[in-house]
């Protein structure tokens, strides 16, 4: 009870003391500075309408790259940690009907919805990350509704290291053509796409590499549902 | 006075800090840290609105004025990937603890101690 | 050669990490040595850039996507980040060639893979010039410190890694929410902008920030409190992974502590920050040492030393003056060294004799000479005793904190210093001087790392002029933000 206590003692000074450290922060006042630089020319120095992608993949990309690498690194170690000699699926109760018909009928259009979110990160919300998430939400249903389902999950290990190799081959032709790392060559080099800002076939390379991170997400997430999911067997 | 925005997200923060600082089950303990994390992201969020503007999507309508700042939008995408590397690995952690020691209580399991 | 092939130093180890599962069919001698290729190859760049940068006296900026800062994300490799890159590529070397005989634990590849991405975290934390990046960064160093935490899967190491995550997850939020602090009352996320702008900084908004932030890193930086799960870490990790932790990981998150703390130093309340860090620093010295001399394993044991050694950089760091951070610089430069030695002849021997016990190092004078010699080396090094390079830097800390005026803080110093005098030599003592055994095969690649670090730290013992002046460099490179502002091409957004 005195742990309990002082926990919450502890938890109102830091709570008083971030509001008082956000009392100089005002809500809702226009304080962008590099922000409205974006804002401003996001349009003709990378072709998306989508500013906060263009943030993302172009104008901050390294942090992107970065981002790519953590997933990477969570599935490489889930791998790692729930590495066993032999592993299969233990699931024993089949799903109900409901669920084996509604999966069968929704996985292909779930995949679909994912790579429609993907390709069209640089004109509509979305990107990479949440379409790769739909894609694998499809995988984690047909998990659900079949005991005996399973990703082929070396070829996945495969894609996911060749999607990854691909991304930073995008960013080393950009070093080798414009002479920076992750250079996006496609807009400002080929100027691919200038009349068609705000339709598909534009935006430089953000869908592109959205595609790759898509593909990237999307078998990494599965693949640690996958990990997570089976469990060690005797031989 | 703060607003209900900054409040959310401390609250949010406050919870989560609680459940780690006194719950026993690993389990719940990450629960505590996730919610911490949606509460940063909350607070990175709303420290990026701005009163009265939408969406920065350049569509129809919406000028370089009419946009909220996107950077902290751009950074929440990162941390929240981060977030969830982080819990992915925690729960295969976790896994494993319970895989040895047959519990997921914390003061059962310390045994590297001093 | 451009400068902005520097990039090639996180470009190389994440294409590489993201090659390895398509030759991972070859087995896992292939693996182990393609491991130590791609290091080797990595030092070679790093070699080249440290070369670069220290003839030319001028810092590479890496701009990706062609965007000048603040608008893109920029790696700023100046003298500290040439020097520290180096000093990363190489331990990450010897310990890719240790790991061919230290790791049996399978999968080999995701281990492979997971020591490539520590590497490359620790590179990009250190070279990075944009606030946030540098928590991304700090993120990969960390979730892969924690794979590789648990990676023998044991329950120690299981227990040992799920501390971590959560000390991990406490201080990275932290950090977000000193960021998101940052960032909305100045608008930019860009450590020269920063420095740029803020001394027109809230007081209040600035000092929570950066002690958040310094909270944050606390941990990455295993500064008490935060430093509970090193120990631990330290111990279950497997060996090879322990001497990164201690050589270049936990520095890693020390320099980008130094860093926005004197890139903030326009601000007001920046002082107040300096105290609050003098005194995390003062105690992880001080629990830290005593907590060594109840030790019964040698890891562990030298776990704790590194982190008392790590708490005098914190406070050579804290001081706000220049010499306290090139002492610090310098120190951090020896310890990295010093504790690469030890923790990789400690590693040897456990591989060897099966445990890192106190027992198994009885009569290891008889039993393995060269590694009880190296042992030795290091600890005598560790202590501080004169003609061995810490000595040289733990003086200069100590005079840069009387200097500074914080006497009760060398008085502790001293005292922890005593203490870790008293562990050394009980370790040395029991090697030679206790016990009896065989003499048994120490193997060759082992040996010449072993007597190749020991000579480097006993070089710089006698000769420590030219290390010093490189450090006082890099030292500088911290210190002067008037410079570091000056170097970045920052576009005039804004301002």
């Known amino acids: 009870m005195l742990k309990r206590a002082l926990a919450i003692i502890t938890l109102l000074i830091i709570g008083y003391w971030l509001a008082q450290g956000l009392a100089g922060v005002p809500f809702g006042e226009d304080r962008m500075l590099v922000a409205q630089y974006y804002l401003d020319h996001v349009k003709e120095q990378t072709g998306a309408v989508n500013t906060v992608t263009a943030v993302v993949v172009n104008y901050r990309g390294f942090d992107t790259l970065g981002e790519v690498t953590v997933l990477f690194i969570a599935s490489t170690g889930v791998g790692a940690l729930l590495w066993r000699k032999k592993r299969e699926r233990t699931a024993k109760t089949e799903g109900s009907i409901v669920l084996t018909t509604g999966t069968r009928l929704l996985a292909p259009f779930i995949m679909l919805f994912g790579a429609y979110i993907f390709i069209h990160g640089h004109l509509t919300p979305g990107g990479g990350f949440p379409g790769g998430a739909t894609i694998a939400t499809a995988f984690l249903l047909l998990y659900m509704a079949f005991t005996v389902y399973e990703i082929p999950h070396k070829t996945f290990e495969k894609v996911e290291g060749a999607v990854g190799m691909a991304y930073v081959l995008v960013g080393l032709i950009g070093l080798a053509i414009g002479g920076y790392f992750l250079y996006d060559w496609i807009w400002q080099d080929w100027g691919f796409g200038v009349d068609n800002v705000g339709r598909l076939l534009s935006g430089g390379f953000i869908p592109v590499i959205y595609t790759i991170i898509g593909l990237k997400v999307g078998t990494e997430l599965s693949g640690i549902i996958d990990n997570m999911l089976k469990e060690e067997v005797s031989e | ?114 | 050669m451009n400068g902005q092939y520097a990039s090639l130093l996180i470009a190389l180890p994440l294409i590489s990490a993201f090659f390895v599962p398509l030759i991972k069919g070859l087995g896992k001698k292939a693996v182990k040595y393609y491991l130590v290729l791609i290091t080797a190859l990595q030092t070679g760049i790093a070699a080249w850039v440290f070369q670069e940068v220290y003839t030319t006296g001028k810092p590479i900026i890496v701009m990706a996507g062609a965007w000048r800062p603040p608008v893109g994300i920029n790696l700023y490799i100046g003298h500290f980040a040439a020097l520290f890159v180096l000093i990363v590529a190489v331990v990450s070397f010897l310990m890719a060639v240790f790991s061919i005989r230290a790791i049996s634990v399978d999968p080999i590849d995701k281990y492979a893979m997971l020591f490539l991405l520590v590497m490359l975290g620790a590179t990009g934390m250190i070279a990075t010039g944009d606030i946030f990046n540098l928590f991304v960064f700090m993120e990969i160093t960390a979730i892969s410190a924690y794979a590789l935490t648990a990676y023998n899967k044991t329950g120690e190491a299981a227990e040992a890694s799920i501390k971590y995550i959560i000390l991990g997850g406490i201080g990275s939020s932290f950090f977000l929410i000193g960021i998101a602090l940052i960032y909305g009352s100045l608008g930019t996320l860009n450590m020269a902008q920063i420095a740029q702008l803020a001394g027109g900084m809230d007081a209040t908004v600035a000092q929570v920030g950066l002690a958040l932030i310094v909270f944050g890193l606390a941990v990455e930086a295993e500064l008490f409190p935060l430093n509970a799960w090193a120990p631990d870490a330290y111990q279950a990790a497997p060996h090879p992974i322990t001497a990164m932790f201690s050589a270049f990981v936990v520095k890693a998150g020390l320099y980008a502590l130094a860093r926005i703390l004197y890139l903030m130093q326009a601000v007001s309340s920046w002082h107040s920050v300096l105290k609050l860090l003098i005194i995390m620093a003062t105690l992880t010295v001080f629990v830290a040492e005593f907590a060594a001399l109840r030790q019964k394993n040698v890891k562990r044991m030298i776990a704790y030393s590194s982190i008392a050694q790590i708490g005098l950089i914190g406070l050579a760091f804290a001081l706000g003056t220049q010499s306290g951070v090139d002492a610090g610089v310098f120190h951090m430069v020896n310890h990295a060294i010093v504790k690469a030695l030890l923790f990789l002849a400690v590693g040897h021997v456990a591989v060897s004799l099966g445990g890192a016990e106190m027992e198994k190092f009885e009569g290891l004078g008889k039993r393995m000479p060269l590694t009880a010699f190296a042992i030795t080396v290091g600890a005598i090094a560790a202590v501080g005793i004169p003609l061995f390079n810490v000595f040289w830097s733990k003086l200069r800390i100590l005079l840069a904190t009387l200097g500074a005026g914080y006497s009760w803080a060398a008085a502790v110093v001293l005292i922890a210093s005593v203490v870790e005098a008293v562990y050394y030599f009980r370790l040395i003592h029991t090697m030679w001087f206790a016990g009896e055994g065989e003499r048994i095969s120490e193997g060759l690649a082992v040996s010449l790392m072993l007597l190749f670090l020991a000579a480097l730290v006993i070089v710089i013992g006698v000769y420590p002029d030219y290390a010093w002046s490189i450090a006082q460099k890099a030292g500088n490179d911290i210190f002067n933000v008037a410079d570091y502002i000056k170097n970045v091409p920052l576009m005039g957004v804004g301002a």
Not at chain 2, 2 to 31: D, E, H, P, W
């Open chain 2, 1 to 114: 006075m703060i607003s209900a925005y900054y409040f959310g997200a401390i609250s949010l923060i406050l919870i989560g800090l609680y459940a780690i600082l006194v719950k026993k089950n690993v389990l719940k303990m990450l629960i505590g840290l996730s919610i911490m994390e949606t509460g940063v992201n909350l607070l990175l969020v709303s420290v990026g609105y701005i009163s009265g503007r939408s969406a920065p999507i350049l569509s129809e309508g919406i000028g370089p004025n009419q946009a909220v700042d996107p950077i902290p939008q751009a950074l929440v995408l990162t941390a929240i990937v981060i977030g969830v590397a982080t819990t992915a690995m925690a729960l295969s952690v976790a896994m494993i603890i319970y895989e040895k020691y047959g519990t997921l209580n914390v003061e059962e399991i310390r045994r590297l101690r001093g």
